[in-house]
Structure formats: C-alpha cells, structure tokens
C-alpha cells in the first residue's frame, strides 16, 4: 500500500483555485452583506441610489451563488480524492472519514470562537452522506440532484409547511437576544450566544438546507468523476460554451423578477410561491453555471489568464482564507470590536469586502512563497494524514 499524502502543488488545477478564490470573495460579500453587518436582521433603509444598486447587485448576482459554486467544488474535490486516492490504492474511506471529522471540528470551534454563521461544520457532516453515493451511476446522482435541490425548497415555500418549521415569535425573541450580545462590549458573551444562535438559525430549515447542500455536492461530484477541469477545461470548450449560453438564459427570469418586482408575486397566493421558488433554484443554478463557464473559457486567453490566476492563492487556502474573513469582520462589527453592525450602508458593504478580500489576495501571495499550505490547511492535512506535513516551500 502506497503512504498517503495531500496533493503536491505540481497536481493542482489553476482553474480550481481561481474557481474556489472566486467562490470565496463571493461568500465574503454575502455574509458580510447580510449577516455580519446584521442588515439581514435590522433591514436598514437604503435611500440611496447607491445604495439601491448595491443590493440589486447583491441579490441578483451574488446571494446562493458563492455558497453555491462553493458546495459545488466540496463535491468536486471529493470526487478528485477518490480518483487519486484509488489510482494510489490508498485507504479510501478511512482517509475521507477522518477528513470530515476534523473539518467539522474545525468548524465547531469557529462557531464557538468567533462565528455562528459558519458552513464548515455542515459541509462536514453532509459530506458523510455522500458516501451513500459513491457506487451510484451518475444519473442517479444527477437525479437525486435534482431531487433533493427542488423537492425541499418548493414544500418550504408553501405558507402551511414554514408554519409548522418556523414559529416566528419565538425565532424573533432569539434574535433579539442574540442581536442584544452581538451589539454589546464583551467578547466571551458572543461565544455562547454563537453556538445557541447558529442552531436556532438553522433548525427551522435543516430539512431543506441539509438536502440543498447534497445536492449541490452530488452536482460537483459528477464533474469530477467526469473530469470538467481537466487540463483547465481545455479539452471540453464546447461544453463550456453551452453552459454559458444556457445559464444565462435560466438565470433571466428570476433576474427580471428581482429587478421589476422582487415582492410582488407574493401578493397572488401559493402558486406565485412555488413559481419564485422554481424560479430562484433554476436561477441559482444557471448563474452559477455560467459563472464557472465564464472562468474555464477565459482561463484559455493568456491576457485573462493572467488576472485571474492573481485569485488562486486564496483558492489555495480557502479554510485559512474563510476563518481570517470571520476574525476580520467580526472585529470590525462586533460590539467587543469597531461595533460597526448596523452603521454601514448597502454600497459600503460591498466596498469593504472588496477591499478585505483583495488584502488577503495579498497576503495569500506573500505566504505562499514561503510556505505549501495555509496555517488551518497544514493542520487539517497533518490530523488527516495522522503525520506533521512538510511546511515550508
């Protein structure tokens, strides 16, 4: 039996790393936002015009899209180890086990410790499910896709299903509570009220935000088994090409409905609810297409190559990359921090993501020249790999 090892940086994939880097300033816009900023829970008014374009810009072209273009490459890359793991007959299961039981501790104590917003710990414990699927076809994988993305959010949408889930007096008095911590100067208060508040977060919708999750992965898993990336897409342009055609066009529509009267198909009862809610899974899953289309096809041009692949170090480092987002911008909105939450504008979100996350780029880059792996990724592969993994470059 082969030892096992991570991945050397000669085996890894320029357009995954750009992908991933991409995903994660998405997920840093989003999250700070929405939910850092507290604007998703205080629903400030944005009078601006500024500000008015800023959220369209949020909701049309980054909300679901990050986190799903991020699940999408989770279940890519499992497809990827096992590929590499069997060709090097290695323990397959053992290492993937292991894999998923330190991510979730990692994520456990990002919760505790500084966010109770994190996604790590539910990768983690959805990744276990796609063990289920490692012998399936890939149409059954395609089809269970497709159920578990469309099933769940369409019985969500109906007023007698979330009404049986989500009994909003008593998720408003949490918030409220939680809302009163967050604001407030002491930091071990934040970390109680993290790990109860990411739990009544997301109890009211673990049936189809689990399922949402798997779906996503099983989409990834097929690209892997299929090698979309292989050679940076070179191979398949074709493909890509259609992809992006056919995205867009999926996308539109919810679009058109966001730009033209985001609240008014509410008005006319539970058909225009399951119609959104088509509507914003189709529209997710277009854009998202066409997002990793866009960056396959413009990897091949060496000019946009050249821009693009300034994004690959954060890919490379996307657990380091995502905890440091959250130590950043809770600092800075936190009451035991700057206590910004609920002080900055629509447009003025957008802007300091742009400007963190080209900082870590930055800093991504000045670290990688010295070492392999971020700090978090080095110690999730040495508890994986049950041995201390050679650091420096």
């Not at 990359?321 to 003025?348: D, E, M, N």
Request: hydrophobic letters at 55%; glycine letters at 8%; charged letters at 15%.
């Amino acid at each position: 039996m082969s030892t096992m090892v991570p991945v050397a940086p000669r085996e890894r994939v320029a357009t995954i790393d750009v992908l991933r880097g991409f995903a994660l300033a998405g997920v840093l816009l989003a999250n700070l936002f929405w939910l850092y900023s507290a604007r998703q829970f205080e629903h400030p008014a944005d009078t601006r015009l500024v500000d008015r374009a800023a959220d369209l810009f949020a909701v049309v072209l980054v909300h679901g899209k990050a986190q799903t273009l991020l699940t999408f490459l989770f279940g890519f890359g499992f497809a990827v180890q096992l590929i590499r793991a069997r060709a090097r007959n290695e323990r397959v299961l053992a290492l993937y086990l292991r894999r998923l039981a330190v991510l979730f501790c990692i994520g456990a104590l990002h919760v505790t410790l500084l966010w109770w917003g994190d996604v790590t710990w539910n990768y983690a414990l959805c990744g276990f499910v796609l063990l289920l699927f490692l012998r399936a076809s890939n149409r059954s994988r395609v089809v269970w896709a497709a159920i578990l993305t469309f099933i769940p959010s369409l019985l969500f949408a109906l007023p007698s299903v979330r009404g049986v889930f989500i009994h909003r007096e008593w998720f408003v008095g949490q918030l409220h509570q939680f809302l009163g911590v967050l604001h407030g100067p002491s930091y071990r208060a934040t970390m109680a009220a993290h790990v109860r508040f990411a739990l009544v977060y997301i109890s009211p919708f673990v049936l189809a935000y689990f399922p949402w999750l798997v779906g996503r992965f099983l989409l990834g898993f097929v690209a892997g088994t299929q090698q979309w990336f292989k050679d940076d897409g070179a191979h398949r342009l074709g493909f890509f090409r259609r992809l992006l055609g056919f995205g867009l066009v999926c996308a539109l529509p919810r679009s058109i409905v966001v730009l033209f009267g985001p609240h008014g198909p509410h008005r006319f009862g539970v058909a225009a609810s399951l119609a959104l809610a088509l509507l914003d899974e189709v529209g997710t899953l277009g854009l998202t297409g066409a997002y990793v289309a866009l960056v396959v096809l413009l990897m091949q041009r060496p000019a946009w190559r050249r821009c693009l692949v300034l994004m690959a170090p954060a890919g490379r480092m996307p657990l380091t990359t995502y905890l440091s987002q959250s130590l950043i911008c809770t600092s800075l909105f936190y009451g035991w921090g700057l206590g910004l939450a609920g002080h900055v504008s629509a447009a003025g979100c957008i802007g300091m993501a742009l400007v963190i996350f080209a900082a870590q780029v930055a800093a991504c880059h000045l670290w990688l020249r010295r070492f392999r792996f971020g700090p978090l990724e080095w110690v999730w592969r040495s508890l994986v790999y049950l041995r201390r993994q050679p650091m420096r470059v």
